[in-house]
């Protein structure tokens, strides 16, 4: 899975190229730019179909999308930023990827791998852009030693602590 900035010929032909091995057969919805992206690298299946028999016609594609909506919904809630859309993607395809591994155990080898291969990652490399909150947080309500004020009464309403 991959980030586009447009469908058409041009950024097509850059993702296959970068992600595809050329001779490899390529089904597809049969978009006019699949067709004149592939040139001649590829073997392309079109498959065209109405929206409606879409899922009918390239099942896997459309449960592939729409695992990643739920999954974005599910797991981040809604609040992702579209800054770190690319590092979603690659961990919804680590995750799905592996979803039927025999081995569970494995996953997190592959995992510390590829983590003692990279070197450490800062926290201003993590973050996109460093901006500051427009509003600052309040602190919370007045409390006295972790009670709300909801608890503090006076003696004369409680009889029994006096």
Do not use: C
């Amino acid at each position: 899975m991959g980030i586009v900035d447009r469908v058409n010929q041009t950024t097509l032909r850059q993702f296959r190229v970068a992600n595809v091995a050329p001779g490899a057969t390529i089904d597809s919805d049969g978009l006019n730019s699949y067709v004149r992206a592939t040139g001649g690298l590829y073997n392309l299946n079109a498959q065209p179909a109405p929206g409606a028999q879409a899922p009918v016609v390239l099942p896997g594609a459309h449960r592939v999308a729409s695992l990643f909506k739920r999954w974005m919904l599910g797991t981040h809630q809604g609040s992702a930023d579209w800054d770190h859309l690319a590092l979603y993607l690659d961990e919804f395809v680590f995750r799905f990827n592996r979803r039927t591994s025999r081995h569970r155990g494995l996953v997190f080898l592959r995992l510390m791998e590829q983590a003692v291969a990279h070197g450490p990652a800062p926290y201003r490399e993590l973050i996109v852009t460093l901006r500051p909150k427009s509003v600052q947080p309040t602190p919370p309500s007045p409390m006295v030693r972790g009670r709300t004020l909801s608890l503090e009464r006076t003696p004369e309403r409680r009889p029994w602590r006096s």
